[in-house]
């Protein structure tokens, strides 16, 4: 067992751990649900979720599919108005703010067929009224942070899925906003290729860090990558287990996810997802 | 080698087929109308039933009488186009931002292609005159709406997961129309532009028969009045011509403007 591991044997026997008592004055990046339901019409979605991920965290989403994580990260995102409970996006709470502080990254990496690859990856800066010249400069930097120089005026077309991914995610970077939601990044690269990616983004969040909230169906990238890993029930989805990562974003991939408190906490994910499957 | 081989005579084959049925039917309808056996089956005199030889020689003879009047037609079906693009494309815009824009407009937009031509153009012709005007408002009329359709389709087409990663993005209503949402429309747009070019020839032939003074489609009426088949058959081969010139160029801005395709 690693040193700080919080995988303790009563939290393993409870599977859940206690969230933290809620402070009085929420840090500017605190995202904060609280009896958060949802429904499509007469489609009951989701059910009390009460969440919190501090600024600098990455809070981990998994559950069955169409058990309305990805509506709750729109919830979170301002994208959607919940039918009950708050939503707190740095302390805003309207739609709109949730809107401004948050930086949606959505499932297919949506890169615009007409523009390159540095204009795709400079969008949020163009929305922003800076021109194209100075918003061009500032993208080419981190086009060469993040192992892509050389591939500014590629068309999306021309690029590999990993590639793809990758300006997918600067796009959602560069927004500058305290916030980034990820729908699935990698759901649709290949087994290699995702685990390079998990690699990569364990690093850009290393070394920018930033609060985000990462919804997957794959339980080791989940807890790879977050802080903190929530599972979702089948829907309606209601949170039936909160999980403490053992190694978040650590610099090994490989070491860290056959670790035994990594492979406990996975084997305890996959037990809460079994059981919110045949609902509960 | 050889697969180099086998693929430029398929590049050959594939313009050299056409070409070759092409001369077949010219050369089957050359001997067919020089020995007169179509004239005797349909029981008419021969000059009514020109060879592809007189065609070319009335082509080549009315030269300027034929380029005179295209020109005139060329320019109605232009400025038909344009108006038909501004409209089309400005009704499908209005309708794609505004959704009662939409309900009030979409069926008279359907409403406006079941007035049959032939019985507009004549009252078209006694409001504006033997002018260019009816020409343009009948073309205008019939363009516009494979333009305004098809926009209106491709505006609508655009992904909802785009939207909501334009609105992440801080893009205001128009920056999410112009960067997201006018570039996904182009190609509908321009489907709709290649069958509104195909179809602004015979808007023009019809509102000219209508009442007019010049034109490809004023020819044709007087050369049936006159019994000027060979050349009838030259004015359609030039009308024809004009289509095929307007579609390539159709194609060609396409090409250059949706790069990503």
């Known amino acids: 067992m690693r040193q700080d591991t ?22 500017a990046d605190e995202i904060a649900l609280h009896g958060v339901d949802h429904a499509y019409g007469e489609l009951q979605t989701l059910v009390a979720i009460d ?114 991914q990758r300006v997918a995610f600067l796009r959602t970077l560069i927004a500058g906003k305290p ?96 059981r919110g499957m045949r609902g509960s | 080698m050889g697969d180099r081989g086998t693929k430029r005579w398929g590049g050959i084959w594939q313009w050299l087929l056409p070409v070759l049925f092409l001369a077949a039917l010219v050369g089957i309808w050359q001997i067919a109308t020089s020995t007169g056996a179509i004239a005797d089956a349909l029981d008419l005199e021969d000059f009514l039933v020109p060879s592809p030889a007189e065609v070319a020689t009335a082509l080549w003879e009315n030269r300027e009488l034929l380029m005179e009047n295209a020109w005139v037609t060329l320019r109605e079906m232009l400025f ?15 309708m794609h931002f505004s959704g009662f824009v939409l309900r009030s407009t979409y069926p008279l937009v359907i409403a406006s292609q ?69 570039p996904a429309a182009l190609p509908s747009l321009f489907t709709g532009l290649k069958i509104a070019v195909v179809v602004a020839p015979i808007g023009a032939i019809f509102s000219e028969w209508a009442g007019s003074s010049a034109g490809l489609g004023h020819l044709i009426q007087s050369d049936t009045a006159n019994f000027q088949v060979a050349r009838q058959f030259a004015t359609v081969f030039v009308l024809s011509v004009l289509a095929l010139a307007l579609m390539g160029l159709t194609a060609l801005a396409e090409r250059r403007v949706v790069t990503w395709r």
């Open chain 2, 80 to 94: 038909g186009l344009l108006f038909a693009i501004l409209v089309g494309v400005g009704f499908a815009v209005a």
């Open chain 1, 51 to 164: 969440l919190e991920a501090p600024a600098h965290s990455v809070l981990g989403l998994v559950g069955p599919s169409g058990c309305g994580k990805s509506t709750l990260l729109e919830l979170i995102c301002g994208l959607r108005e919940p039918a009950a409970g708050t939503i707190a996006v740095g302390g805003a709470t309207e739609a709109a703010e949730r809107l401004a502080r948050c930086a949606f990254m959505p499932q297919r990496d949506l890169l615009l067929p007409w523009y390159s690859a540095i204009d795709n990856a400079a969008l949020a800066l163009r929305n922003q009224g800076i021109g194209r010249r100075k918003a061009r400069a500032a993208a080419a930097g981190l086009f060469e942070r993040f192992g892509l120089d050389g591939f500014e005026a590629a068309r999306p077309d021309e690029l590999s899925g990993g590639m793809r």
């Open chain 1, 6 to 27: 919080r995988m303790t044997p009563e939290s393993r026997g409870s599977q859940t751990v206690e969230p933290p008592p809620p402070r009085r004055q929420a840090p």
């Open chain 2, 114 to 182: 079941t007035i049959p031509i032939v019985v507009i153009a004549p009252i078209l012709v006694v409001w504006f005159g033997y002018g260019m005007t009816p020409k343009i408002v009948i073309i205008a009329l019939i363009c516009f709406f494979p333009i305004t359709v098809n926009a209106l389709d491709g505006l609508r087409s655009v992904d909802p997961e785009a939207v909501k990663l334009m609105r992440s993005l801080d893009a205001s209503r128009w920056q999410r129309f112009w960067r997201a949402e006018a």
């Open chain 1, 179 to 274: 916030v980034l939601a990820l729908d699935e990044p990698f759901a649709s690269l290949d087994a290699i290729t995702r685990a390079e990616m998990q690699e990569w983004l364990a690093a850009a969040l290393r070394t920018d860090p930033r609060t985000a909230v990462l919804v997957t169906h794959d339980v080791e990238e989940a807890l790879y990558l977050s802080d903190r890993v929530a599972v979702l029930s089948a829907r309606p989805g209601r949170i039936v287990a909160e999980l403490r990562a053992p190694a978040p974003r650590a610099p090994d991939r490989d070491a860290a996810v056959t670790d035994p408190a990594f492979v406990a906490a996975r084997e305890e994910a996959l037990r809460a997802l079994r």
